[in-house]
């Protein structure tokens, strides 16, 4: 049988976990033949306490374990999921199961370990050459991801199978209209930006921008966990009109988003790059870096703006800001090109993949699938 590591259905909501689960809910369309595939119907197995995240679970959860988080992913899951193919969708996966398909998203505790402290860069760079090489198929969200993870020798690039993520969850979500007026926002007068202090994510490069005299009359909102604090140890100036606002609701970041002047993200890298899309699907423009899978996945339905030149950003925001008619352009463009990325099309490419997988360790010989003995490291 198919069963999914739910190791995510515990933790707080991150977008590696919300990419999991709308797969697992597109996954849920294909039951009937899933269960074909791999002689049984699916089941989703998790740590005790794992309860989902607010939303329906389209297969029959296992959540009764004596151990959790990494303890229970690495010794109990393998012996619980040893009689069928384990399908984990959120990096890691246990090193001792011989029948199992990770989805790793990026590379980046290597492209940028700066970013990670010490103990999660180590981790995670010991487990993925392993995972890599223990998995049947690694599963990524972008081209430039796959050329990275050949690069950093995780996994050759014939093993890797490209799966962009959707953007067309952020339709289900129902914008709070209020949002920029409880935050005492004026709509179309601030730039929505993610509160990361993580290098990669490169925010110092919108604080030297919005600390210039020429953005006053513009505020730049900082959502997330990170705080002000965290960008001044850096050694950057937080201006007036910069604002954070911690963590949100998803209703409240859409109606921040739908009433935003734009989105920006000046990463280094990313391996995919999901808020920009979001944004664009509420025909909120948005602005990025050209580096990482940003140019991939925005193609040229987003304005680009160097990664180390806060002029750039300004002249970009300013733009939007003063020309009604490129915020309009921009807008569109970027929501035809949102709309292109759906869950359906990324779980057709995941059904197109476990349907490989199944040809390959089960044999037909009287033309129906009968299952070998299973194999488990």
């Known amino acids: 049988m198919l069963i999914i590591n739910g190791k995510f259905l515990s933790t707080k909501g991150t977008g590696v976990s919300r990419v999991a689960f709308e797969l697992l809910t597109q996954l849920g369309k294909h039951e009937e033949e899933l269960t074909h ?7 989703i197995l998790a740590p005790r306490g794992a309860k989902g995240v607010g939303r329906d679970l389209p297969f029959p959860l296992h959540n009764r374990s004596l151990l959790t988080w990494q303890f229970w992913e690495q010794l109990e899951l393998p ?13 890691l996966s246990p090193i001792v199961h011989g029948r199992t398909v990770t989805m790793v998203h990026d590379a980046q505790t290597f492209s940028s370990p700066k970013s990670y402290d010490f103990a999660f860069r180590n981790f995670y760079q010991f487990m993925l050459p392993i995972i890599g090489k223990r998995s049947l198929r690694i599963l990524t969200v972008s081209d430039y991801s796959a ?12 093993k890797i199978e490209v799966i962009h ?22 709509p179309r007068r601030y730039v929505l930006a993610l509160a990361s202090p993580q290098v990669h994510k490169n925010i110092g490069v919108l604080l030297r921008a919005f600390a210039d005299p020429a953005m ?9 966990h990170g705080h002000a604090e965290a960008f001044i140890e850096q050694g950057y100036t937080v201006a007036d009109n910069v604002m954070f606002c911690g963590r949100i ?23 995919f790059g999901l808020p920009p899309l979001e944004a664009m699907l509420r025909g909120t423009p948005a602005i990025i870096a050209p580096c990482g899978a940003l140019p991939e996945v925005c193609a040229d339905s987003a304005l680009r703006a160097g990664v180390d030149r806060p002029e750039e950003w300004r002249a970009a925001i300013r733009r939007l800001a003063d020309l009604p008619v490129e915020h309009e352009k921009w807008a569109a463009s970027g929501l035809k090109q949102a709309r292109r990325m759906s869950w359906n099309n990324a779980c057709d490419r995941l059904m197109i993949t476990l349907r490989q997988i199944a040809t390959e360790l089960y044999a037909r010989p009287t033309g129906r699938m009968t299952m070998q003995p299973s194999r488990s490291a």
């Not at 012996?79 to 990096?91: F, K, P």
């Open 37 to 43: 595939l791999f002689g049984g119907p699916p089941i």
């Open 79 to 91: 012996i619980r999921a040893r009689r069928g193919v384990l399908l984990s969708l959120c990096n």
């Open 147 to 158: 050329g990275q993870l050949e690069h950093y020798g995780i996994a050759p690039r014939g």
């Open 165 to 186: 993520n959707g953007a067309d969850h952020s339709d289900m979500a129902e914008a709070a209209s209020d949002a920029s007026q409880r935050l005492g926002l004026t």
């Open 216 to 224: 006053r009359d513009l505020k730049l909102v900082l959502f997330g």
């Open 249 to 271: 609701d998803d209703a409240t970041l859409a109606g921040l988003m739908q009433q935003s002047l734009c989105f920006a993200m000046p990463s280094r890298t990313e391996g």
